[in-house]
């Protein structure tokens, strides 16, 4: 891209990288989230169950910057899944104003079929492109994620 291309304002919002990542977002969240709904669990609690589980004890502050929600919005949706029975909050033995997190049983029991939805949604989505492409588009938008990021850590 020529430096005047970068400094272009551009009228076709289907030749923005932006709009186009944010409709495929659209389209692709409204997949999960009917992929999930049998299951009556929403993307983030998705989210939220799938990071528990990769992760030992995970801090709620931790989550909530890895799922991008502010600690109010966290502490409703934990709310929430602790009133479902997906996991469950526990001080912090070593520091009591840091919460842990953990999967309860019936969370542990769902997140196989969860994950069974979620691959289906997947499946449809990679189904028209090489693993070579999808493994570039994937490292891709992982890239793009850090660079808005970054975005919204500069002053």
């Not at 923005?16 to 999960?32: D, E, K, P, Y």
């Not at 842990?100 to 691959?119: E, F, K, Q, Y």
């Amino acid at each position: 891209m020529s430096e005047s291309d970068s400094h272009r304002v551009e009228a076709d919002v289907d030749g923005s990288v932006a709009i186009l990542l944010v409709r495929a977002g659209q389209h692709a969240l409204r997949a999960v989230d009917a992929a999930l709904a049998p299951f009556h669990v929403s993307v983030t609690q998705y989210l939220v169950l799938a990071y528990v589980a990769r992760d030992d004890a995970p801090t709620a502050g931790a989550l909530a910057r890895h799922a991008n929600l502010d600690s109010g919005a966290m502490t409703r949706l934990l709310d929430r899944m602790e009133e479902q029975g997906l996991l469950a909050r526990r001080l912090d033995a070593g520091d009591r104003r840091v919460v842990r997190l953990s999967m309860t049983d019936h969370g542990r029991r769902m997140l196989p079929g969860l994950n069974h939805a979620i691959v289906h949604v997947h499946d449809a989505l990679a189904h028209a492109h090489s693993g070579t492409e999808l493994e570039r588009f994937m490292a891709y938008l992982h890239g793009a994620i850090g660079a808005v990021t970054s975005l919204k850590e500069k002053p």
